[in-house]
């Protein structure tokens, strides 16, 4: 299967169908314009696509120096286990690494914990500053 990476902005509607098949939408109600309006802000962007269709996605935000945040790790159903969210990984990884960013985050859905561990990424402990 040829899969296509980019790092520029998928297609509104693409996303707001990829984003949807996560449930998330449930929780967050927001509408096409707004979850658009929330990338575009992002410092880096990584769309995967087989053909023309939007089939992974995953985004930093970040200050570029310390902080950096990955969010909307998200690989269609039907495309998972095909490696594609390990290279969408590793490219948010490889931007962070580049510019010397200190201290990457992440949220990871219930059931991903072991995926992103691979990758040095640790549960923060119960005891742990912040919420």
């Known amino acids: ?8 902005l998928p297609d509104i ?4 169908q990829l984003f949807e098949s ?4 449930k929780k967050y109600m927001l509408t096409q314009e707004e979850l658009f309006f929330a990338i575009k802000h992002s410092y880096y962007v990584v769309s995967s696509y087989h053909k023309d269709k939007l089939v ?6 970040s200050d570029g120096i310390l902080h950096a ?6 690989i269609e159903p039907e495309y998972q ?14 931007k962070c690494f580049e510019n ?6 992440l949220f990871a859905a219930m059931g991903k914990k072991d995926f992103y561990e691979k990758y040095g990424f640790e549960v923060r402990h119960k005891d742990a500053p912040g919420m």
């Open 100 to 105: 010397n960013i200190r201290d990457i985050q």
């Open 56 to 61: 992974g996605f995953g985004r930093l935000v």
């Open 81 to 94: 286990g095909r490696g594609i969210g390990k290279k969408i990984l590793e490219m948010l990884l490889k």
């Open 69 to 74: 945040m990955i969010y909307e790790m998200i």
């Open 22 to 25: 996560t449930g998330w939408n």
């Open 1 to 8: 299967m040829n899969i296509i990476y980019k790092t520029e």
């Open 13 to 16: 509607t693409q996303y707001f």
